[in-house]
């Protein structure tokens, strides 16, 4: 080569795609995010939440494997759709976090491509999401299923703290977030307990509103073909008083709801 010829630049080959397993797929409007999102189950989940609605999406056996340019691939089929409609992608599951490389190679790949992303989590692994996951996640959709340690050991199976300390975390890094919470007749309405819940949300500062979610039993059938008992067969979903004395307890700490 002359030694007056500029080198070639270097060739930057592109990162190998993360493999995970998978449960589905789906389209939502308005729940797993804004707008229309494509939603990907992941498999696997370490809680037992009573009331939870994929009980297929527990057990990463139960699942299938796929790469994230597999996935990218059925996204692009409905990228159109979801854009106009002001939407993007959701990761959710199961528990998207016990996949991390996967999880963060998906929302990496999204993010590049100009797609808003969202992060559904229990915040249970809050510690395996690097900041530079979060960094690709516009939107962290975090469930917080009670504010009492106890109640929320009856409900998951686990301990509180890991969500809570995932929560303040967010705060400090000023990811946008959406409380997800369900309230369920009997076991998650106390009132002290979501005062509590109230409060810690409103000194969080990056919180854009809680989603109340009324309690249903339309998992019944799926636990039944499964051959599982639904803990909460017997359980009514919340009245329309209950559901106003909650939203009212939110708004007094100057928290929006949905």
């Not at 999204?110 to 530079?132: F, K, M, N, P």
């Not at 998650?188 to 989603?211: C, H, K, W, Y």
Request: glycine letters at 10%.
């Amino acid at each position: 080569m002359n030694p007056c010829q500029a080198a070639p630049p270097p060739t930057t080959e592109p990162a190998p795609a993360a493999t995970g397993v998978i449960s589905s797929w789906d389209l939502s409007i308005g729940v797993d995010g804004p707008g229309t999102r494509f939603v990907v189950f992941t498999s696997g989940c370490p809680l037992r939440c009573l009331y939870c609605q994929n009980p297929e999406t527990w057990h990463m056996r139960d699942g299938h494997p796929v790469t994230t340019e597999e996935v990218m691939t059925e996204i692009g089929n409905y990228r159109r759709f979801i854009t106009v409609a002001g939407g993007g992608v959701t990761i959710s599951g199961g528990e998207p976090l016990l996949q991390p490389r996967f999880t963060a190679d998906l929302l990496h790949r999204c993010r590049d491509s100009g797609l808003h992303t969202a992060l559904d989590t229990s915040g249970l692994l809050g510690e395996r999401a690097t900041d530079a996951m979060l960094a690709d996640t516009d939107l962290v959709l975090l469930d917080i299923k009670s504010y009492s340690p106890a109640t929320y050991r009856r409900v998951t199976g686990g301990p509180l703290q890991p969500t809570l300390r995932f929560a303040r975390r967010l705060a400090n890094l000023g990811r946008p977030t959406w409380i997800r919470f369900v309230l369920v007749p009997g076991l998650t309405d106390d009132p002290a307990d979501i005062d509590g819940l109230a409060r810690f949300v409103s000194g969080l500062g990056n919180v854009e509103r809680v989603d109340v979610l009324p309690f249903h039993r339309m998992a019944t059938g799926k636990y039944r073909r499964l051959g599982l008992p639904f803990p909460l067969a017997d359980t009514p979903p919340p009245d329309e008083d209950l559901l106003a004395r909650v939203h009212d307890q939110f708004h007094l700490h100057g928290v929006a709801t949905t």
